[in-house]
């Protein structure tokens, strides 16, 4: 039996002195020197007792040496818990306990925070990066290692979920669903070996790690590989660059910055936008910027990627392009399940490779969460629109019902963020003693006063009355997470009681 994501994405690194990794400093990580960390990593887990199916849980800053954990933990069959690094001990303490890791992997300096609690959970707590333990225990051990034979189905990485509704659910992907996702987007996206992707995002998160990290490492091209979204720093790289990946927030940054110019990026292959959605401001703003559309895609925790607007053809603003090969998607009603026609908002349901094995541990939510025919409910609402483009309306969380009426906040938002003197827009639906819920709006101003009263005259005759807003909040941002989606929840937990304040 083989390792078939070793396989395809860390084996063929082995040996190879062609350049795999640019770090900020413009020092140069082969790919072989790359794979050598990678097998001593490995051996350092099989030295530590852990085995196939056992939990690695990271912590750690990004560095080649978190990616080399990633393959080091592929290869030995443990299953990769990446945290994001802002979590406090009292977070970790619920995944570690819920995952039962065996081994969990810190920053050097969080050491000694977190020796309390990884005494009381039972689990080994090793350090990693430069000066760490586990580092040091990997430089003793050889640069070889033969891979554990693994099939399809095994459990590959454990991924949590944001938790907004409840408790925070581990999703269990395979090698099957991170392997297949990779073949389809360097294939889609045209990755090659001449490609240079410059990479600023996060590794704790599918986006930088399963997109961006696993298409560089099939399609064995390099990556200049920056511990963060910094100004400077990617005007500096640029120039190196083929490709580019980010959350829409990196793009209204470079747009916010005078350097960025169609010289700036004439020689740029490619550049893709996710997490969140683009606006269809920024999408216009940039092309006519730089020249360049920027491609978008649409993807979750529990499906990796699962749409994308086309390489070649049109990338239509405000969607998010046709369905990935191998995925089938569906427009479904909500309750039945039964399929709505092309043009008719409804849930978005998906089945195919890349779609996850279930929640860690929750049988009960997983089967709740798919039909009988295997299709996965996503929680998102969108449309199919009559060019076969794919069109997210929002969650099936933050649908209003407003005087028994359905109203889709994205829909407002697209008009809303149309308006003058608006920079985005996010509307929520937040509890009204005659309506149930009623539609609020919260925007974000290019001034500190907007004109309420010329916004609502502009939505007059481009909304029916039930979704234009009963009120209007102003902020300088919108609160969001790591990623940059917008935190609704917290908006709506944090104006609970507006219309309440507002009889007394």
Same mark, same amino acid.
């Given at each position: 039996?083989?390792?078939?994501?070793?396989?395809?994405?860390?084996?063929?690194?082995?040996?190879?002195?062609?350049?795999?990794?640019?770090?900020?400093?413009?020092?140069?990580?082969?790919?072989?020197?790359?794979?050598?960390?990678?097998? !001593?990593?490995?051996?350092?887990?099989?030295?530590?007792?852990?085995?196939? %199916?056992?939990?690695?849980?990271?912590?750690?800053?990004?560095?080649?040496?978190?990616?080399?954990?990633?393959?080091?933990?592929?290869?030995?069959?443990?299953?990769?818990?990446?945290?994001?690094?802002?979590?406090?001990?009292?977070?970790?303490?619920?995944?570690?306990?819920?995952?039962?890791?065996?081994?969990?992997?810190?920053? *050097?300096?969080?050491?000694?925070?977190?020796?309390?609690?990884?005494?009381?959970?039972?689990? !080994?707590?090793?350090?990693?990066?430069?000066?760490?333990?586990?580092?040091?225990? +990997?430089?003793?051990?050889?640069?070889?290692?033969?891979?554990? *034979?693994?099939?399809?189905?095994?459990?590959?990485?454990?991924?949590?979920?944001?938790?907004?509704?409840? !408790?925070?659910?581990?999703?269990?992907?395979?090698?099957?669903?991170?392997?297949?996702?990779?073949?389809?987007?360097?294939?889609?996206?045209?990755?090659?070996?001449?490609?240079?992707?410059?990479?600023?995002?996060? #590794?704790?998160?599918?986006?930088?790690?399963?997109?961006?990290?696993?298409?560089?490492?099939?399609?064995?091209?390099?990556? #200049?590989?920056?511990?963060?979204?910094?100004?400077?720093?990617?005007? +500096?790289?640029?120039?190196?660059?083929?490709?580019?990946?980010?959350? *829409?927030?990196?793009?209204?940054?470079?747009?916010?910055?005078?350097?960025?110019?169609?010289?700036?990026?004439?020689?740029?292959?490619?550049?893709?936008?996710?997490?969140?959605?683009?606006?269809?401001?920024?999408?216009?703003?940039?092309?006519? !910027?730089?020249?360049?559309?920027?491609?978008?895609?649409?993807?979750?925790?529990?499906?990796?990627?699962?749409?994308?607007?086309?390489?070649? %053809?049109?990338?239509?603003?405000?969607?998010?392009?046709?369905?990935?090969?191998?995925?089938?998607?569906?427009? +479904?009603?909500?309750?039945?399940?039964?399929?709505?026609?092309?043009?008719?908002?409804?849930?978005?349901? /998906?089945? &195919?490779?890349? /779609?996850?094995? %279930?929640?860690?541990?929750?049988?009960?939510?997983?089967?709740?969460?798919?039909?009988?025919?295997?299709?996965?409910?996503?929680?998102?609402? &969108?449309?199919?629109?009559?060019?076969?483009?794919?069109?997210?309306?929002?969650? +099936?969380?933050?649908?209003?019902?407003? %005087?028994?009426?359905?109203?889709?906040?994205?829909?407002?938002?697209? /008009?809303?963020?149309?308006?003058?003197?608006?920079?985005?827009?996010?509307?929520?639906?937040?509890?009204?003693?005659?309506?149930?819920?009623?539609?609020?709006?919260?925007?974000?101003?290019?001034?500190?006063?907007?004109?309420?009263?010329?916004?609502?005259?502009?939505?007059?005759?481009?909304? @029916?009355?039930?979704?234009?807003?009963?009120?209007?909040?102003?902020?300088?941002?919108?609160?969001?997470?790591?990623?940059?989606?917008?935190?609704?929840?917290?908006?709506?937990?944090?104006?609970? @009681?507006?219309?309440?304040?507002?009889?007394?």
């Amino acid at each position: 039996m083989t390792n078939p994501l070793y396989d395809a994405l860390f084996a063929p690194q082995a040996g190879q002195d062609r350049p795999f990794m640019t770090l900020p400093g413009g020092d140069q990580l082969s790919a072989a020197d790359f794979h050598d960390t990678l097998a !001593r990593f490995a051996n350092a887990l099989r030295a530590l007792d852990v085995g196939p %199916g056992e939990r690695v849980a990271v912590q750690a800053s990004k560095s080649p040496q978190m990616l080399a954990i990633y393959g080091a933990a592929v290869a030995s069959g443990a299953v990769f818990l990446p945290l994001n690094s802002a979590y406090t001990p009292e977070e970790l303490e619920y995944f570690i306990t819920d995952c039962g890791a065996r081994l969990l992997l810190v920053d *050097p300096a969080r050491i000694s925070a977190l020796t309390p609690l990884a005494e009381k959970l039972g689990v !080994r707590l090793e350090s990693l990066g430069e000066g760490g333990s586990f580092d040091a225990l +990997a430089d003793t051990l050889p640069a070889s290692f033969t891979p554990e *034979p693994r099939s399809d189905d095994d459990l590959t990485a454990l991924l949590y979920t944001s938790g907004t509704t409840g !408790r925070s659910k581990g999703a269990m992907l395979s090698q099957r669903n991170l392997l297949s996702n990779a073949e389809a987007l360097v294939d889609l996206w045209r990755f090659t070996s001449e490609d240079v992707l410059l990479h600023a995002l996060p #590794i704790f998160h599918t986006h930088g790690l399963f997109v961006a990290s696993n298409v560089v490492l099939l399609s064995r091209a390099q990556m #200049i590989f920056l511990p963060k979204f910094e100004l400077d720093q990617v005007f +500096a790289f640029l120039p190196q660059a083929t490709t580019m990946m980010g959350v *829409p927030t990196f793009y209204t940054r470079l747009l916010g910055d005078a350097r960025l110019c169609r010289e700036t990026v004439d020689h740029m292959r490619l550049f893709v936008s996710g997490s969140a959605p683009l606006l269809a401001e920024t999408h216009r703003e940039w092309s006519e !910027r730089t020249g360049h559309a920027i491609l978008e895609r649409y993807g979750m925790t529990e499906t990796n990627m699962l749409t994308s607007n086309p390489y070649e %053809g049109a990338r239509r603003p405000g969607t998010v392009g046709h369905p990935l090969p191998g995925v089938s998607l569906r427009i +479904a009603d909500p309750e039945s399940g039964a399929a709505l026609p092309q043009g008719e908002t409804g849930m978005i349901e /998906v089945r &195919g490779p890349n /779609v996850f094995q %279930g929640y860690w541990q929750m049988p009960e939510k997983t089967a709740a969460e798919f039909r009988a025919d295997g299709y996965f409910m996503t929680g998102d609402l &969108g449309m199919i629109d009559d060019q076969g483009y794919v069109n997210i309306v929002g969650r +099936a969380k933050d649908l209003i019902i407003s %005087g028994g009426y359905n109203v889709y906040p994205k829909e407002i938002e697209l /008009v809303l963020d149309d308006m003058p003197g608006v920079v985005e827009s996010a509307v929520i639906g937040l509890p009204h003693p005659d309506f149930g819920e009623a539609v609020v709006a919260v925007l974000v101003p290019d001034k500190a006063t907007p004109d309420i009263s010329a916004i609502e005259s502009g939505l007059s005759d481009k909304l @029916a009355r039930y979704k234009q807003p009963k009120a209007y909040i102003v902020l300088p941002e919108l609160p969001r997470n790591t990623m940059g989606k917008v935190q609704k929840a917290a908006l709506r937990n944090d104006y609970a @009681a507006y219309f309440k304040e507002s009889a007394q």
